[in-house]
T-cell receptor
Framework: DTAVSQTPKYLVTQMGNDKSIKCEQN?????MYWYKQDSKKFLKIMFS???????INETVPNRFSPKSPDKAHLNLHINSLELGDSAVYFC????????????FGEGSWLTVV | DAKTTQPPSMDCAEGRAANLPCNHS???????VYWYRQIHSQGPQYIIH???NNETNEMASLIITEDRKSSTLILPHATLRDTAVYYC??????????FGQGTILTVHP
């Protein structure tokens, strides 16, 4: 069973559209994240949620809106998609506190045309 | 947040130990050192992490210098399947990992 699963795996869409990426973890963790990997392969954190509460927002444009309906899910909704949003988005989870293992999903490849 | 520096690429013969260095001279006192790897743009795979003491698990060993400014990941018996990009990163509270460019490790027969 996949511990951190994301859907869709691939997404091609036009500029200006609104799209969502879903993430679910079955590890019983209380903290979830979204990371973005750009074309230069840099991985950067976007958001961190602990017990459904936003903990970290790394100066991400407000077109990106994460939603955590419960501790096992953290969805990413993106409004008015731009070409620069093309990237691989990784969901991850951990059990709260500093120093614990963070598990990543397999990624969602978003291409904006 | 720690800024990490790693060599861009390294080679290793299959069956030999692979020693991957990382410099993290700006790491703060409560910041853990994490190592991940990424194969063919799959999701980053956790390898090991530590704070001050050396650590070992079924995948690798982590050696952290006493001043915590650098560390070395050791894969004791590298296989072809260990070919990947290896990232050393600092980890602060609530999972903020600060990834650098990583080291492309190529294991050859």
């Amino acid at each position: 069973d996949t511990a951190v699963s994301q859907t869709p795996k691939y997404l091609v869409t036009q500029m200006g559209n609104d799209k969502s990426i879903k993430c679910e973890q079955n590890l019983g963790h209380d903290t979830m994240y979204w990371y973005k990997q750009d074309s230069k392969k840099f991985l950067k954190i976007m958001f961190s949620y602990n017990n459904k509460e936003l903990i970290i927002n790394e100066t991400v444009p407000n077109r990106f809106s994460p939603k955590s309906p419960d501790k096992a899910h953290l969805n990413l909704h993106i409004n008015s998609l731009e070409l620069g949003d093309s990237a691989v988005y990784f969901c991850a989870s951990s059990q709260g506190q500093l120093g614990n293992t963070i598990y990543f999903g397999e990624g969602s490849w978003l291409t904006v045309v | 947040d720690a800024k990490t520096t790693q060599p861009p690429s390294m080679d290793c013969a299959e069956g030999r130990a692979a020693n991957l260095p990382c410099n993290h001279s700006t790491i703060s006192g409560n910041e853990y050192v994490y190592w991940y790897r990424q194969i063919h743009s799959q999701g980053p795979q956790y390898i090991i992490h530590g704070l001050k003491n050396n650590e070992t698990n079924e995948m690798a060993s982590l050696i952290i210098t006493e001043d915590r400014k650098s560390s070395t990941l050791i894969l004791p018996h590298a296989t072809l399947r260990d070919t990947a990009v290896y990232y050393c990163t600092g980890g602060t509270s609530y999972g903020k990992l600060t990834f650098g460019q990583g080291t492309i490790l190529t294991v050859h027969p």
